[in-house]
């Protein structure tokens, strides 16, 4: 394992939900941490305890220009790329921005981490990936036709970080991430996450509505188990591990009824009034998947991964985070 002290990693996307537990975590390690972050999606309030360590740095800017990013990986080791604009919805009524962002700001960032002698590029790929595959458990070499522009762009991200791989020389890996929840999840906006906006429709009394009939299922992975994975990549020696992608998960699935009411059962322990809150059903959503699970078999065998959350024991410590953080209105 490498030694944490003076290793310098950049994280992109870093006032986001994902991209603040990974500069909390490796701040804590004695990493050198750089944020770079525009703050478009991302929130300067996840990142405001660390303004005052001296092993944090912020740098204000997008990825989607090439000298931000430049400046953003001068002296640094590893990248961890989480910026982008997430959300399926998002980009099919705005598909020129997401790829821009996802795409354009990707490739910037791979041709900076290159020209600045990075070490290795991890990045956030994503399990939108599989498209319209329908075999299940998902594993990592069978994926089908992308279902909305936010997926292609996920794909590309893939192609282009084989190609430096391949033609530069420059170490990276992918990470799908299956639908990611946990502490600083923004529940609010027109795309928010269904875990976070349902915890604070319940903590209102709110009925929240689920898409469909509640039958779709999700493999729900907790943010720990995606730190995890991101330092297994970011410090793995063996060189079989390297210059591909890994499903990012637990490794189960869970309906969204089941999930809604693990929800209910969890808040009721905090407000017994919520287990009386009826959940609505709308339309299934243009462009989701009905069923994702993934397999963790790859990650097993090459990185040592063993997800140290489920589901149910990371629900609860979400829930109990939301309770003491989200501010009744």
Known sequence: MMSSTNTA???????????????????????RVTCLDNFATGHRYNIEPFLANKNFK??????????????AVAGVDYVLHQAALGSVP????????????NV????????????????RFIYAASSSTYGDSESLPKVEEVIGKPL?????????????????????????????????????????GAYAAVIPKFVMQFMQHESPVINGDGNYSRDFTYIDNVIQMNELAMTTQNPSAINTVYNTAFGDRTTLNDMVNFLKLFLSEFDAEIANVAVVHGPNRIGDIPHSLASIEK?????????????????????????DNLKKE
């Open 58 to 71: 912020l740098i204000e800017g997008d990825i989607r220009d090439l000298n931000t990013c430049n400046a």
């Open 90 to 101: 998002r980009s099919i009524n705005d598909p020129i921005t997401s790829n821009d962002v």
């Open 104 to 119: 354009g700001g990707f490739l910037n960032m791979l041709v900076a981490s290159r020209d600045a002698g990075v070490k």
């Open 148 to 188: 909305s522009p936010y997926a292609i762009t996920k794909y590309v991200n893939e192609l282009y970080a084989d190609i430096f791989a391949k033609t530069y020389g420059l170490e990276t890996i992918g990470l799908r991430y299956f639908n990611v929840f946990g502490r600083r999840q923004d529940p609010n």
């Open 9 to 31: 990693v950049l994280i992109t996307g870093g006032a986001g939900f994902i991209g603040s537990n990974l500069c909390e975590y490796f701040l804590e390690k004695g990493y």
């Open 299 to 323: 990650a097993q065998r090459l990185l040592n991964y063993h997800p140290k959350f489920s589901f149910q024991q990371g629900l609860k410590a979400a829930v109990a985070w939301y309770w």
